[in-house]
């Protein structure tokens, strides 16, 4: 089973692709969809500028959950209120940088409710480690290959 991540500019997405897979490697930013392995890597500006949104769309019929992600260290809301409707696919929330002494992961997972994410939130940090072997738990169980 394939995973997608979608969310802001700098929430996470591409780190958090390599702390699943356990790639060694700093993230940079990424500039278009890529595929990391099986998994689908998107930019923050596909969740953030509507014109992008069918692209988003489309590109998450690809894989058969998606991850839509939220920062904890970052008040701003930047999702619109029922994004993770758009996609006709289970929709698994993840609270991001947990690790920083600014982070309200409460605040993060109100977001992700806010944008329409009704099932499983998890909180991690891929700096420390925090909570990356539930989330990778979790997609084992349900056959996303990892
Ligand atoms: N403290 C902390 N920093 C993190 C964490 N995850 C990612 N970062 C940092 O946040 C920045 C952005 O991370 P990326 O993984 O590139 O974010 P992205 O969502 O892929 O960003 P785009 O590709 O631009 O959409 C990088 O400097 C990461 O090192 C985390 O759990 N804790
Ligand atoms: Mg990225």
Redesign the pocket.
């Known amino acids: 089973m394939k995973i997608m991540v979608a ?1 802001p ?8 692709i390599y702390a699943l897979k356990k790639i060694n490697s ?5 500039q278009a969809i890529a595929f990391i392995g099986d998994a689908i ?1 998107t ?2 500006e596909y969740a953030q500028i509507p014109r992008f949104y069918s692209a988003l769309m489309v590109t998450s019929l690809e894989a058969e959950v998606v991850l839509l ?1 939220s920062d904890a260290a970052d008040p701003a809301v930047t999702l619109p209120p029922n994004f993770a409707g758009m996609f006709a696919r289970p929709i698994v929330g993840v609270v ?2 947990i ?2 002494p600014c982070a309200d992961p409460a605040k993060a997972e109100s977001r992700l409710r806010q944008a329409g994410v009704t099932a499983e939130v998890f909180p ?4 420390s480690g925090e909570g990356i072997d539930a989330l990778y738990q979790f997609l084992k169980e349900r056959r996303c290959d990892l």
């Open positions: 969310g500019v700098g929430v996470g997405k591409t780190s958090l700093a993230a940079r930013k990424t890597d930019p923050g992600l991001t940088k690790d920083l991690v940090s891929t700096l």
